[in-house]
């Protein structure tokens, strides 16, 4: 067993030909979930699936489970995935990496004859991007019970279209209930979508936890009025009380290191007009951290400040938590296996946190779960340009199929 080894070519060549359906002029890819293109990619993994002997499960959600089966498949099955859906400007790897690699694990499996005593499963969830349907990580959100199917069927998309019209119409929409399919154990591979790995000059990222989230959208009310005859003193440019508290976003999450991230990534300024004064301002706030107490403490000190910003100014302030979810420790038994699978395949490593989300905080929740990150380059990700090296893949490929195997029991 220490010798196997997956084929680094034809996951790379499943990588080239996913990626070919959604394909965008930049060499990224535009695959929205649960359009036709979303459909075609669906089609073609799924197809591969068959072709590698697997049987296959869709559940109500539309996640869909591609199954090997062990030889005690009483036994909950040792599961890997990821998504197949992609950003608007995307790239080959987010998600997709992971999936493949799980078919490719199969792949090499059925090659050398390889039986396991659990079952082996190959996963992808749907809408795990929150592109076009918040919320994000939808399909592994809904198998986990961290909302209803009603609520994610309820979605709409900006031309109003919902996930379970879309679910259906696309030919995804399953019999199974989400959430009533065991899992003896979760994987997932992924890019690591942050330049650590990379400028560490290493090459497996064993991943302890992922880091909690707060969303919070702001809102700052002032008064439109004309930028020329209205004097300084008499002003109520939301504009100006908006800056005021952009920094202090940053300022927070410096407070909280090495983990603590905030991020003010957009915004919209009423009526946007260059000779107005803003008469309202909205912006978004993202903090991170991978303690919740801190995570906690970071919540609590952006109200407060937003309350003395709003005293100071006389502005009315309004700021919503609209998405949070905790820090997310991964199991030691799976940590351990990706850890062990690393060492003995001799890659160089080092544990990185996550501060992206992935359906394994999901998994997580209902069953152990790790996962494996390898280097994107310059850490690029949510982007056109994102890339890997076939190297990087290949390593973090091999470590999911001894982890996997670690925990499936060889027969
Ligand atoms: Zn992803």
């Known amino acids: 067993m220490s010798d196997l080894r997956i084929n680094s070519d034809r ?13 965008t002029e930049k060499g990224g890819v535009k695959r929205l979930t649960l359009t036709d293109l979303d459909k075609q990619g669906r089609d073609l993994v799924t197809s591969w699936a068959r072709d590698a002997g697997l049987s296959i499960t869709i559940d109500q959600i539309g996640n869909v489970f591609m199954r090997r089966d062990g030889e005690d498949n009483t036994l909950p099955p040792i599961m890997t995935g990821s998504h197949i859906d992609t950003q608007p400007t995307g790239g080959k790897f987010d998600g997709n990496y992971g999936v493949l690699a799980g078919i490719e694990v ?20 749907t809408n795990e991007e929150g592109s076009r349907f918040v919320p994000v990580m939808m399909g592994s959100g809904v ?52 330049p650590v ?27 439109e009025a004309h930028a020329g005859p209205t004097p300084m003193h008499l002003r109520k440019d939301a504009m100006q009380v908006a800056a005021r508290i952009i920094p202090e976003v940053v300022a927070i999450a410096n407070r909280y290191p090495p983990y603590g991230r905030g991020t003010v990534g957009m915004m919209q300024v009423f009526p946007n007009s260059r000779n107005v004064i803003p008469g309202q301002v909205k912006f ?28 100071d100014t006389g502005l009315p302030i309004k700021i919503e938590r609209v998405s949070y979810y905790p820090p997310c420790p991964f199991h030691p038994d799976c940590v351990g296996a990706v850890r062990k699978a690393t060492e003995k395949l001799g890659y160089s490593t080092m544990d990185v946190v996550s ?22 380059k310059d850490g690029i990700s949510h982007n056109e340009i994102e890339d890997a090296k076939k190297e990087h ?10 982890a996997m195997l670690e925990r499936a029991g060889v027969v």
């Not at 499996?109 to 969830?125: H, S």
């Not at 790995?197 to 702001?218: H, Q, R, T």
Request: glycine content about 10%.
């Open 11 to 23: 996951l790379w060549d499943s990588l080239m030909e996913l990626a070919k359906i959604g394909a």
């Open 355 to 376: 501060g992206a989300g992935h359906d394994a905080i999901y998994a997580a929740r209902v069953a152990p779960a790790g996962m494996i990150f390898v280097p994107c």
């Open 284 to 311: 978004s706030i993202d903090l991170r951290n991978v303690n919740d107490e801190l995570l906690n403490k970071m919540h609590e000190e952006i109200l407060a400040f937003v309350d003395k910003t709003s005293a």
């Open 106 to 125: 199969v792949r090499t499996l059925n090659d050398r004859g390889i039986r396991t005593k659990a079952p082996i499963e190959v996963a992808f969830w």
């Open 143 to 194: 198998f986990c019970g961290a909302f209803t199917l009603e609520h994610a069927y309820a979605a709409k998309d900006t031309e109003g279209k919902t996930v379970g019209e879309e679910l259906e119409r696309i030919g995804y929409k399953g019999d199974q209930v989400p959430g009533q399919h065991p899992i003896g154990a979760y994987f997932e591979t992924h890019i690591e979508q942050g």
């Open 393 to 402: 893949l290949e390593a973090g490929c091999n470590v999911l199929l001894h």
């Open 197 to 223: 790995l990379e400028d560490a000059d290493k090459v497996i990222g064993v991943v302890p936890a992922v880091m909690g989230l707060s969303w919070y959208d702001c809102t700052v009310s002032g008064m």
